[in-house]
């Protein structure tokens, strides 16, 4: 009963280092997202997928790039890491329902020295 | 600025009191929907209401929906430290705003 699946679940990184953060889903739900979490300013969206093959910016895309590799993966890759991106990353994945309720991963915590 | 206000940002009570935590916005939402967050983890889905003015029970919780469909509230009644974790609103339109959540801890 996985549900969504992120790794890793922690990273360190210095500033201007480059890594992507995977993501899985088996709920076969068509819309996947990815989220950062930063303290007092709740789940900001970064980039979403609304099918398989489709990426859209959110919110907060500087920085970001992400892949839709299947309809069960999105990875989230940072380029050039930087401190204003230590945060806490959470992918999420969408249901069938007209409501839009999503299911979360535990969450990726990365800190960019 | 966020879409979605919620009051408080903490909440700190006994065990066995009541909390009422409210989530407010300008915007019109089609439909909104509760998370709990516990450290460590991802959000998890309480509840989703639709209707204007709908109330939703989860045993010890109550989700209200405003009748113009712009605000909710959560109520806990004689809450346990079971009930600690952090409470987000999320409205929807065509897409998903949260809110910067409530911190509830209840001490036992």
């Known amino acids: 009963n996985a549900g969504v699946t992120q790794t890793p679940k922690f990273q360190v990184l210095k500033t201007g280092q480059s890594m992507t953060l995977q993501c899985a889903q088996d709920?076969?739900?068509?819309?996947m997202y990815w989220y950062r979490q930063d303290p007092g300013m709740g789940l900001r969206l970064i980039y979403y997928?609304?099918?398989?093959?489709?990426?859209d910016k959110g919110e907060v895309p500087n920085g970001y790039n992400v892949s839709r590799l299947n309809k069960r993966e999105f990875s989230l890759r940072l380029e050039s890491a930087a401190p204003s991106q230590t945060s806490v990353y959470f992918c999420?994945?969408?249901?069938?329902?007209?409501?839009?309720?999503?299911?979360f991963g535990e969450g990726s915590r990365l800190t960019v020295l | 600025t966020q879409l979605l206000e919620q009051s408080p940002q903490f909440l700190s009570i006994q065990e066995g009191e009541n909390l009422t935590v409210y989530c407010n916005s300008s915007?019109?939402?089609?439909?909104l929907q509760w998370y709990r967050q516990e450290p460590g983890e991802g959000p998890v889905l309480l509840v989703t209401?639709?209707?204007?003015?709908e109330v939703k029970k989860l045993k010890r919780l109550t989700f209200q929906f405003g009748d113009a469909r712009k605000d909710s509230s959560l109520h806990i009644t004689a809450a346990q430290p079971g009930d600690t974790g952090l409470y987000l609103c999320?409205?929807?339109?065509?897409?998903?705003?949260f809110g910067a959540g409530t911190t509830v801890t209840v001490r036992a």
């Open positions: 915007s019109v939402f089609s439909s």
């Open positions: 999320a409205g929807h339109d065509y897409k998903l705003s």
């Open positions: 209401v639709v209707t204007g003015g």
């Open positions: 999420a994945s969408g249901g069938t329902s007209s409501a839009g309720e999503l299911f």
């Open positions: 709920m076969n739900h068509n819309s």
């Open positions: 997928s609304a099918s398989e093959g489709t990426t």
